[in-house]
């Protein structure tokens, strides 16, 4: 039986392929040929790879929630969905690096039944809330361009927190067909192996479970995020549609600035390309894979795949780096919850210079 695998059970998709490539005649010449030596290379320098990037993604996520949790100021309607973000990524991570990783090592599944399902359930919802988060942060960047005063009294943390807490809700929902299907299954053809898999009710089932992956986690978030900027950037060069009185309009003239508001923007607009040209190749595999009569597994498509699960990683280690360097508020966070590793430019040594009362209604008014 051939395995195709959910949009995001990565265990799953693995497993019986890394088998294939050490079992089949046809990929393996001899013990001594070079697909022989190259897996062998693969079995050590892969699990390494995906290590080092669970390593850095949990690091950087957890100093993202750790500075967000210890400034105060941090708390704030855009920060509490990038603390979502790190969340989800620091699980994505650590449930599947470390599962994904033992497969070059092992030819089997050695965790049991309830382990595949378990691991499974959570790559999915991971991914699935990591999605949604992306389109809402999106579609925020566009509410507070637009309706900057009104965004005001609707843009909370404490809505921010609602928002997440549905986001995740949805997402265990939306990936229950996961467990339900998740199972061991152990096969003879090669040898005894057990394999971490979805078992549908038919072929056509398991298709369209493939399809609706492929649209939930990547095309739809793809259409809405792509629409809410193109709106988002089109409404720039125009002035707000809210009517605004006396009191309000000089400060919103100069602080929301077509200049201001692209900047406040970049950030999140970065981290959707980057999560978009991250996932899609593994996405793009597994439909490919799916649906095509023709596909070949061999050791090229092989390869490619390992540079697919790669880049889903490396999604979720980046995302820290974009908000320290492309975030102002996140890097004078970083500055003032670790002063130790900063020298004082200004001011007495161990103190901030004030913020003007620009940089405060920046982090008051936006974010």
Known sequence: MDHLGAAVNVSALLSKNISEIFCKPNLCKNTSGQYEAALQVDAWLVPLVFVIFMVFGVFGNSLVLYVIHKRKKMRTATNVYIASLAVTDIIFLVCCVPFTATLYLLPSWVFGNFMCKLVSYIQQVSAQATCITLTVMSVDRWYVTVYPIRSLQYRTPMAAAAVSLGIWTGSFLLSMPVPLYSRTMVEEEYGTQVFCTEVFPTAVHQRVFILYNFLAVYLLPLFTISVSYMLMLHQMGRPSVEPMD??????????????????????????????????????????????????????????????????????????????????????????????????????????????????????????
């Open 246 to 367: 006396n009191h309000n309009q000089l400060q919103v003239l100069t602080e929301r600035s077509v200049a201001f508001r692209a900047r406040l923007s970049r950030m999140v607009l970065v981290m959707v390309q980057l999560f978009l040209l991250c996932w899609g190749p593994i996405q793009l595999y597994i439909l490919v894979r799916a649906f095509s009569p023709h596909f070949r597994y061999d050791y090229c498509t092989y390869k490619l795949k390992i540079w697919a699960h790669c880049m889903s990683y490396l999604n979720s280690c980046v995302n820290p780096v974009i908000y320290a360097f492309m975030g102002a508020h996140f890097r004078k966070a970083f500055r003032r919850t670790f002063p130790c590793l900063f020298k004082q430019r200004v001011g007495a040594a161990g103190a901030d210079p004030p913020p003007n009362r620009s940089a405060q209604t920046e982090m008051q008014y936006v974010s």
